[in-house]
């Protein structure tokens, strides 16, 4: 089955500091992947779309330039959390699905990062 | 109210016994899915219901539809204590939707 690997799992770090995550789709390609923030026994909150090849479209209250999205090749994107601060500890989850993404097909998602920034 | 909004939001139950969650939704949908998650880890689909259908099975799972009351409800049979989970509906409440809108989810556990 389609799989999605996201690494790292877990960071910490002090105040100020940027981190990457990637999403990476192991044996499919993937147009589209998703970015999600996730609160503790909360929902998912969509981020933002990361497209391959152009730029990510952010969800309304996303800050682009606090959450930079790469989406180099069809099967890795990347979400930068700038001169992170204690209130951007979270856990960030990514989706994707193969090919040419539409509503009627499920979405496969990483194990997610938890964040916490001290 | 959110898209995709999940009751109970917690359900404690014995092995053995079944567990029935509901999501209700706001706004004509092409189709409803239904994910899990363990904690701490990312999200796993469980079944895919379209609008134009009632019922799903898969394995202990049996998800129904319907569309006139905006509503789904996910039913888990002879559950396991492995069950325990999260379990977040989704729908695609764009045209052509490219992602997905969550509900809170429902926390189940279920006691051995």
Redesign the interface.
Known sequence: GAVVSQHPSRVICKSGTSVKIECRSLDFQATTMFWYRQFPKKSLMLMATSNEGSKATYEQGVEKDKFLINHASLTLSTLTVTSAHPEDSSFYICSAAPGTVHSNQPQHFGDGTRLSIL | SQQGEEDPQALSIQEGENATMNCSYKTSI??L?W?RQNS??????LI?I?SNEREKHSGRLRVTLDTSKKSSSLLITASRAADTASY?CAT?ARN??????????T?LSVLP
């Open positions: 092409n189709n899915q994910y701490g880890r990312g999200l796993v689909h895919l379209r977040f695609d052509y939707g490219q992602n997905f809108v969550f509900g809170p989810g926390r």
